[in-house]
């Protein structure tokens, strides 16, 4: 099941999300952090959103195997006035022993589905070149910008480029 997070739940939820983030990384998902990384400390970065997560200004999903948070998507609207029609998908993860039953692929149509319906017609992201995120953004229709080599380092602190992609919703 995939809920989208209120301002109570993701506070309730932030401990889970912050093991989420730090089995993904410490799985080697270049997603803007290094390994190794504890619980509690993406745990904090992810507290560090909620006032985002009030204002309406991050946008938070949440994948559920019962009771366990197991993976989570973001959409961020766009803050500028030239932009509003805009929005950035961030952070889509799924805890390793959640993967290979389409958990990502869901996240990404509710995102998609809900962007949509906050009036986004566009959306970016970036993610590492080659990763199994880049075949799964190409496999559900977003199209390739390009790639900037060297841009963000992977969980081990090597330089890897990004591809960028968007969707037109």
């Known amino acids: 099941m995939i809920t989208r997070l209120s301002t109570a739940d993701f506070a309730a939820a932030v401990p889970a999300l912050g093991e989420v983030l730090a089995d993904c990384t410490n799985g080697g998902a270049s997603v803007g952090f290094l390994a190794p990384l504890d619980a509690a400390s993406a745990g904090a970065w992810w507290k560090g959103l909620a006032d985002d997560v009030a204002e309406g200004r991050a946008l938070v999903w949440a994948a559920w195997d019962g009771t366990r948070l ?24 799924v805890h390793r022993d959640a993967r290979g039953r389409g958990l990502g692929r869901a996240l990404l149509a509710e995102a998609e589905r809900g962007a949509r319906a906050a009036g986004i017609t566009l959306l970016v992201l970036d993610t590492e070149t080659g990763s199994p995120a880049a075949r799964l953004y190409a496999a559900a229709g977003w199209t390739e910008a390009g790639t900037v080599p060297d841009y963000a380092a992977d969980p081990s602190g090597t330089l890897k480029p990004t591809t960028f992609f968007y969707k037109s919703l």
Request: net charge positive; hydrophobic share 40%; charged share 15%.
């Open 70 to 93: 197991v993976g989570t998507v973001q959409v961020r609207p766009a803050q500028l006035p030239n932009a509003p029609h805009r929005g950035e998908l961030a952070k889509l993860l």
